[in-house]
């Protein structure tokens, strides 16, 4: 899986080679980290989204701090870091879930495909279409398991006869690794199935609509081991047609489904690089602490 | 064991962690040690005919391969229970590697050995021992400074290590051909001279070793894998 991205580009290299500011080793409170600086490469030749000087406030509290970074096209990157770094926050911004949050404030330039999410103009819901989400905890509707799969297709009015709906449906769980399972009961209740499938089914309801990017927000944390396996084995297909942006806290899980790994620190975005560089010799004295364990 | 304060293993938030790490390092350092003194043994017996501490180190180096065993199996341990990345990954892997390089060092020693104990019996003049003991002082010194650099994490001296390894190999040329003249001079000098060019042999591999030993160190500290790479490469990763 961790093959080399052909995406990331050459002018990621002319990035500068280490941290700004000489760091104390293992001391990460007394790290000094300059404000919108990352080191590694945080750009991508052919970027899906395109993200500069993005900054994310909650009424006087800045969770993201002057972030830049490209997410090239049909890649897995993950974005790992200690609780409280703004992972999830920043995760978050690439389909505005953080509109919701009333102090929630994000500046900077955010551009999907070249176009600006943030527009007055977007509409919002056709943005979550194209940028599907799969949360931590397996979140199915109280419905059937079809109606899990057709409920953005209808109301997306992507399939007008009974039939597109059910190929839509099968196709999707077919994707997700579910028809095999879910086939002789699509209609019976979706919270009845165990918790690997339901996550499984989520992922079925993110791609029914066909999105472009699946943003996943700790997707395996509440997965037995054989459950995470099938989801990362489904990660590793899917990155064929789709870019994934992934959070995670396990680290082996970054390491083994993504090309690329962004390390974020207190609000910064530290280093980017490919992830078979990240766990094997990262660039800075941060990410380096915090993949072997000695802070977290 | 060092103090965990001044070893870079030493800092995890796991100290059960800190302690797997570094009991790996000591072992191996003390495994080190083991090997440097068969080499040194072996020479010794050959120089001074002691047949008797030939024979001791033939035996010793049973414990040499148990040695090996417990390490490899140590770092196993940690690979599986820890998943180590980065430099904990690294200082693992290299290890595991490095052990392979000892215990071959080892068994160099034992052929030493053996070959001391059939020219003992041999019992005639020895011819080439002053090239022996240079050479083996030679190797001796680049085995021990490269468990030195892997104790210390110096990549300066591995790479120091690294050039040494030149010169051992023109060294052996030389003696090469200065038993080439023995042999022409007398023919009855032959199976002896053979038996002395495969002690040199021999020690020109504990050399490569030491070397082998040294690129590991370098690909400890710095990340990079210099093997196979010309000198000048090493010396760019290790100026970075």
Same mark, same amino acid.
């Given at each position: 899986m961790n093959t080399m991205n052909p995406s990331i580009s050459a002018e990621a290299d002319m990035q500068d080679q280490g941290p700004a500011i000489p760091v104390r080793e293992n001391n990460p409170e007394d790290t000094v980290i300059e404000e919108g600086k990352t080191v590694g490469k945080p750009f991508a030749a052919d970027p899906k989204f395109k993200?500069?000087?993005?900054?994310?406030?909650?009424?006087?509290?800045?969770?993201?701090?002057d972030?830049?970074?490209?997410?090239?096209?049909?890649?897995?990157?993950?974005?790992?870091?200690?609780?409280?770094?703004?992972?999830?926050?920043?995760?978050?911004?690439?389909?505005?879930?953080?509109?919701?949050?009333?102090?929630?404030?994000?500046?900077?330039?955010?551009?999907?495909?070249?176009?600006?999410?943030y527009h007055s103009k977007r509409d919002v819901v056709e943005l979550r279409a194209r940028v599907g989400m799969v949360f931590q905890k397996p979140n199915p509707f109280p419905k059937s398991i079809y109606d899990n799969v057709a409920y953005g297709p209808r109301i997306h009015g992507l399939a007008n006869r009974k039939s597109d709906l059910d190929d839509i449906v099968e196709n999707s769980l077919r994707k997700a690794g579910l028809w095999d399972e879910a086939?002789?009961?699509?209609?019976?209740?979706?919270?009845?199935?165990?918790?690997?499938?339901?996550?499984?089914?989520?992922?079925?309801?993110?791609?029914?609509?066909?999105?472009?990017?699946?943003?996943?927000?700790?997707?395996?944390?509440?997965?037995?081991?054989?459950?995470?396996?099938?989801?990362?084995?489904?990660?590793?297909?899917?990155?064929?047609?789709?870019?994934?942006?992934?959070?995670?806290?396990?680290?082996?899980?970054?390491?083994?489904v993504s090309h690329r790994t962004a390390y974020f620190h207190l609000g910064h975005l530290v280093e980017v690089n490919e992830t078979n560089?990240?766990?094997?010799?990262?660039e800075h004295q941060l990410t380096e602490s915090y993949i072997t364990g000695r802070f977290g | 064991m060092p103090d965990k304060k001044d070893d870079v293993y030493g800092d995890h938030i796991s100290h059960k962690f800190n302690d797997e790490l570094m009991a790996l390092k000591s072992e191996f350092l003390e495994m080190g040690g083991m090997v440097e003194s068969q080499v040194d043994r072996a020479i010794t017996a050959l120089v001074e005919n002691d047949g008797y501490l030939a024979d001791e180190v033939r035996a010793t180096d049973k414990k040499v391969d148990q040695k090996e065993?417990?390490?490899?199996? /140590?770092? $196993?341990?940690?690979?599986? @229970?820890?998943?180590?990345?980065?430099?904990? #990954? +690294?200082?693992?892997?290299?290890?595991?590697?490095?052990?392979?390089?000892?215990?071959?060092?080892?068994?160099?020693?034992?052929?030493?050995?053996?070959?001391a104990i059939k020219l003992s019996e041999e019992g005639q003049a020895p011819r080439g021992y002053v090239e022996v003991r240079h050479i083996g002082n030679h190797v001796l010194?680049?085995?021990?400074?490269?468990?030195?650099?892997?104790?210390?994490?110096?990549?300066?001296?591995?790479?120091?290590?690294?050039?040494?390894?030149?010169?051992?190999?023109?060294?052996?040329?030389?003696?090469?051909?200065?038993?080439?003249?023995?042999?022409? /001079?007398? $023919?009855?000098?032959?199976? @002896?001279?053979?038996?002395?060019?495969?002690? #040199? +042999?021999a020690l020109e591999r504990v050399g490569d070793h030491a070397c082998n030993i040294a690129e590991n160190v370098i690909f400890m500290v710095k990340g990079e894998d210099v093997r196979h790479t010309p000198v000048e490469e090493a010396e760019k990763v290790v100026g970075r």
């Open positions: 993200l500069r000087n993005v900054s994310v406030s909650y009424g006087k509290d800045r969770a993201i701090k972030i830049s970074l490209d997410i090239g096209r049909n890649e897995v990157i993950s974005f790992i870091g200690p609780s409280g770094c703004g992972k999830s926050t920043f995760l978050r911004c690439l389909n505005r879930m953080n509109d919701s949050i009333d102090i929630c404030r994000v500046t900077g330039e955010l551009l999907l495909d070249d176009e600006d999410i086939k002789d009961r699509l209609d019976s209740i979706a919270t009845g199935m165990s918790g690997g499938q339901q996550q499984r089914l989520c992922i079925a309801r993110a791609i029914a609509v066909s999105p472009e990017v699946i943003l996943m927000d700790e997707p395996c944390s509440a997965l037995d081991p054989i459950a995470t396996a099938r989801v990362e084995e489904l990660i590793a297909e899917m990155s064929e047609s789709y870019t994934i942006v992934i959070v995670t806290h396990s680290m082996q899980q970054a390491a083994r560089k990240v766990f094997t010799s990262p | 065993i417990e390490i490899d199996e /140590e770092a $196993t341990l940690i690979l599986a @229970r820890r998943q180590p990345t980065a430099r904990d #990954l +690294r200082l693992v892997v290299s290890v595991i590697k490095m052990v392979s390089d000892l215990e071959r060092v080892g068994d160099e020693a034992k052929k030493i050995a053996k070959f010194s680049m085995l021990h400074d490269s468990l030195d650099a892997f104790a210390r994490l110096d990549s300066e001296q591995a790479l120091r290590i690294m050039k040494e390894d030149k010169r051992v190999d023109e060294e052996y040329q030389a003696a090469t051909r200065t038993l080439l003249t023995f042999m022409m /001079e007398d $023919t009855r000098n032959i199976s @002896r001279c053979m038996s002395v060019m495969w002690i #040199l +042999r």
